[in-house]
């Protein structure tokens, strides 16, 4: 099942891809719905990520663009970008690693994700952020980059005892240009945990901020009409008061 701020999350990150006819509900397993699935498993396990799990990820969400009438050839589907399969990326003037490349650089980057989730050496919302912006540096696959790393950075948030971020279309400029710097994604991620806010007080996992004070950013939950502030430099460190 998925919860208020999981749907968020995946509408929202569609949306982003201009596939906002691409849509969840509690109930939904299929598609981008079970790439979280299986990423939310491994993360509330403590289990690594592996090169496979990404490429599964992406192969979901191909299969579920493609019933949509959004192809990608079909042996693209889990599948790096490679000697086997030559394909150039290019995202508005970036141009990525060649396919050449990729490989060798997936391979880092998964060993990278492992050591510094074990070996924290940074906090865990500015590392998301970092791993994010790495990956979308490399974009591994001809397609579903973006939903693919949104998914991993939520993995990263998620082991870490922090809520997934919901990333909204409505800033896409702005989400767009922290990909520029590893500095302004951090500082997109951590602007961006503070909109809404998992309740202390019931299971509504998706509260707004109400606004944001000198003793830190203050929320009020419809669900149960609780009133509550978080310090979110705190949290930054230490991890979330509730697991989400």
């Known amino acids: 099942m998925l919860s208020k701020r999981e749907i968020a999350f995946l509408n929202e990150s569609n949306k982003i891809e ?7 509900s509690v109930e939904s397993k299929n598609g981008h719905a079970q790439a979280w699935i299986q990423v939310r498993e491994k993360a509330v396990q403590r289990e690594r990520l592996e090169l496979e799990d990404i490429c599964n990820s992406q192969r979901y969400l191909m299969e579920e663009q493609a019933s949509v009438g959004e192809d990608v050839e079909e042996r693209l589907w889990g599948a790096l ?27 880092r980057y998964i060993a990278q994700l492992h050591a510094e989730l074990e070996h924290p050496q940074e ?18 696959f001809a397609d579903g980059n973006g939903r693919t790393g949104r998914l991993i950075a939520n993995y990263v948030l998620l082991y870490a005892d922090l ?6 279309a409505a800033d896409r ?8 710097t590893v500095g302004a994604m951090q500082a997109y991620f951590r602007e961006k945990m503070q909109e809404s806010a998992v309740c202390l007080s019931c299971d509504d996992d998706f509260v707004p901020l109400k606004r944001r004070a000198t003793a830190g950013a203050e929320y009020d939950c419809k669900t ?8 979110w430099d705190k949290i930054f460190e230490e991890g979330y008061p509730l697991n989400p």
């Not at 400029?173 to 990909?179: I, L, S």
């Open 123 to 140: 906090r865990h919302i500015d590392f998301a952020a970092r791993a994010h912006r790495n990956f979308e540096t490399i974009h591994p």
């Open 224 to 231: 149960c009409d609780a009133h509550f502030t978080l310090d």
């Open 81 to 107: 970008r490679s000697p086997e399969n030559r394909i150039g990326v290019r995202v508005g003037q970036y141009h990525a690693p060649s396919f050449v490349e990729v490989p060798i650089l997936m391979e």
């Open 163 to 168: 809520p997934p971020l919901v990333f909204t």
């Open 173 to 180: 400029r702005k989400y767009y240009d922290a990909c520029k």
């Open 18 to 24: 201009n596939l906002g006819m691409l849509r969840y």
